[in-house]
């Protein structure tokens, strides 16, 4: 069981189709959905689609805001809301692929954060791929991580980020979410995970979003590091996914059977 949120701003041409490709994908694993989806100041119709997506599903919720708040406030908001011990989310412009969703939602509860990275990054700008890369650089090493992407779609445990003190509410609010989630000795599994190579378009890459990033990023620094540096000094533990290996027999043994 996990609640979803989908934040939608103007997503009109994509927000249903997001929305059927969740539903579809936890029908497969079978996982039971609580969607709330967040209409942040839209213009369009996309709360028109929302009241549709509703009277169909009863398990849909909303949240309306009149003019935009960012993805950090609307995720808030809803984490107050959420009905189950997990939550994740998703974009509404059909960024995210059934094998993603489905391979986040088959181990949703392998760990206390299951963080994906993507794949197919090929689709993405020579721009987009250079700013998330140098981004996970930074955050990794001035916080010595151990994931191979910082800001990969998530499933976080509800009841420990209602524990978190969180202070972003705009773009780098997840990044915020999983430094302290990581420095807090959690445990944590890694996912791979591909993109909609039709939807990769990107409203993150915007002065103002960039500028929020890199002071965010300096804040968090100074929090983790100097002013709550006790409260973030573990290490999360990584959760392995090795198969069962053989046991392995004398090395006569594995010379006769090679020998066969």
Do not use: W
């Not at 708040?69 to 059909?94: C, H, M, Q, W």
């Not at 969703?101 to 197919?120: E, Q």
């Not at 959760?239 to 069962?244: H, I, K, Q, R």
């Amino acid at each position: 069981m996990i609640t979803v949120m989908i934040p939608a701003l103007n997503e009109e041409k994509n927000l249903k189709s997001t929305v059927l490709t969740i539903i579809g994908s936890a029908k497969e694993v079978s996982i039971s959905l609580d969607i709330v989806i967040v209409n942040d100041g839209s213009t369009d119709r996309t709360a028109e689609i929302i009241r549709e997506l509703e009277a169909n599903f009863s398990f849909i919720r909303s949240i309306f805001h009149e003019k935009n708040r960012g993805i950090g406030s609307s995720f808030l908001e809803v984490l107050k809301i959420a009905k189950y011990s997990k939550i994740t989310v998703f974009p509404g412009d059909n960024y995210s692929t059934p094998y993603l969703i489905k391979n986040l939602f088959r181990n949703a509860h392998r760990a206390d954060l299951v963080i994906s990275y993507t794949i197919n990054t090929e689709c993405r700008s020579k721009l987009r791929n250079t700013l998330s890369l140098l981004f996970s650089i930074a955050y990794i090493l001035v916080f010595n991580l151990h994931v191979k992407y910082i800001n990969g779609s998530c499933v976080y445990s509800t009841h420990l980020l209602r524990q978190l003190d969180i202070k972003s509410v705009g773009y780098n609010v997840f990044g915020e979410i999983n430094v302290k989630l990581l420095r807090k000795g959690i445990t944590f599994f890694e996912v791979d995970g591909y993109m909609n190579s039709d939807a990769t378009h990107s409203s993150a890459i915007k002065l103002k979003n960039f500028i929020d990033v890199i002071v965010s990023f300096l804040k968090l620094v100074f929090e983790v590091h100097v002013k709550n540096r006790s409260l973030y000094s573990s290490r999360a533990r990584r959760v392995e996914n090795f198969c069962s290996l053989p046991k392995m027999g004398s090395t006569s043994e594995l010379v006769a059977i090679y020998e066969k």
